[in-house]
Nanobody, 127 residues
């Protein structure tokens, strides 16, 4: 089992920045692919970004490409999402997700591929 706890959300003005963190605990010695998803009110959960176990492969939704950066520190069992140039449409609850499955590139974007989820952290971007 893996437990995930997100932090770093908050209220920011458009154009601002936030850094989300996701601390993993439990069975973290094995290889975990990890990702960020978000869900805005009245909308379905959507893929934001993902990263392979070693961190050599990263994936981004088109809507955040060039503005968000995903990274991980395996020594600290922590996943990060650096969010810059935030827009009101980035407002959502952001969820950290993880899986031990060996994902092919096109599978990182699917939320059904992830077995472990955090409780989420709210990000609100005001205009």
């Amino acid at each position: 089992q893996v437990q995930l706890v997100e932090s770093g959300g908050g209220l920011v003005q458009a154009g601002g920045s936030l850094r989300l963190s996701c601390a993993a605990s439990g069975r973290t010695g094995s290889r975990l692919a990890m990702g960020w998803f978000r869900q805005a009110p009245g909308k379905e959960r959507e893929f934001v970004s993902a990263i392979s176990w070693i961190g050599s492969n990263t994936y981004y939704a088109d809507s955040v490409k060039g503005r968000f950066t995903i990274s991980r520190d395996n020594a600290k069992n922590t996943l990060y999402l650096e969010m810059n140039s935030l827009k009101p449409e980035d407002t959502a609850v952001y969820y950290c997700a993880a899986t031990f499955r060996r994902l092919s590139s096109n599978h990182y974007v699917g939320d059904i591929e992830y077995d472990y989820w955090g409780q989420g952290t709210q990000v609100t971007v005001s205009s």
